[in-house]
T-cell receptor, first 114, second 112 residues
Framework: ETGVTQTPRHLVMGMTNKKSLKCEQH?????MYWYKQSAKKPLELMFV???????ENNSVPSRFSPECPNSSHLFLHLHTLQPEDSALYLC?????????????FGEGSRLTVL | KQEVTQIPAALSVPEGENLVLNCSFT??????LQWFRQDPGKGLTSLLL?????REQTSGRLNASLDKSSGRSTLYIAASQPGDSATYLC???????????FGAGTQVVVTP
């Protein structure tokens, strides 16, 4: 138990579906992140939120839409995805001081796009 | 652009041997370096965090060193056990928002 919970753990969707991934952290952290892990590739940062403000959008296609309603919750809304978007999506959080704090990851949501 | 490389990509050792995992990065302007462990199909577990001003960190059988000027870090795992089998990732923090640049990982198998 890392204090970062992701749901669902597995998701299969068609290219025309709309779904959402949810992340909740119970660590009192102020920064939250979405990372993408594709097969045979290093983890890629998608979005960073600090105090519910988006501070980084790493050139992610608009079919991925993040939402951070408060410092404990982070969503990733998915629509009209492509098969190449199939990957493990990891949420992470870190303390106030992002210069020195560790990142704590959830277990990930395994997404398959048919 | 920061690039992080981990060598070797895979490693198999008999139980009891010490493990040495290498990580190199191209830009020494980092805030910190983290080592993570990832089991198949699972998320990442943070093992050690080394601040840019530090030379090493230790936790139990794990020791990580950092030589920022040469862009290198080494993770040592003493007296390896089958339960140490996993993929080990290193990552450097490259900006004040905690953006991590990851290496591709070293897949470790410890045989009984």
């Amino acid at each position: 138990e890392t204090g970062v919970t992701q749901t669902p753990r597995h998701l299969v969707m068609g290219m025309t579906n709309k779904k959402s991934l949810k992340c909740e952290q119970h660590l009192g952290h102020n920064a939250m992140y979405w990372y993408k892990q594709s097969a045979k590739k290093p983890l890629e940062l998608m979005f960073v939120y600090s105090l519910e403000e988006r501070v980084e959008n790493n050139s992610v296609p608009s079919r991925f839409s993040p939402e951070c309603p408060n410092s404990s919750h982070l969503f990733l809304h998915l629509h009209t995805l492509q098969p190449e978007d199939s990957a493990l999506y990891l949420c992470a959080s870190s303390p106030d001081d992002v210069n020195t704090g560790e990142l704590f990851f959830g277990e990930g949501s395994r997404l398959t796009v048919l | 652009k920061q690039e992080v490389t981990q060598i070797p990509a895979a490693l198999s050792v008999p139980e009891g041997e010490n493990l040495v995992l290498n990580c190199s990065f191209t830009d020494s302007a980092i805030y910190n370096l983290q080592w993570f462990r990832q089991d198949p199909g699972k998320g990442l577990t943070s093992l050690l965090l080394i601040q840019s001003s530090q030379r090493e960190q230790t936790s139990g059988r794990l020791n990580a060193s950092l030589d920022k000027s040469s862009g290198r870090s080494t993770l040592y795992i003493a007296a390896s056990q089958p339960g140490d089998s996993a993929t080990y990732l290193c990552a450097v923090t490259t900006d004040s928002w905690g953006k991590l640049q990851f290496g591709a990982g070293t897949q470790v198998v410890v045989t009984p």
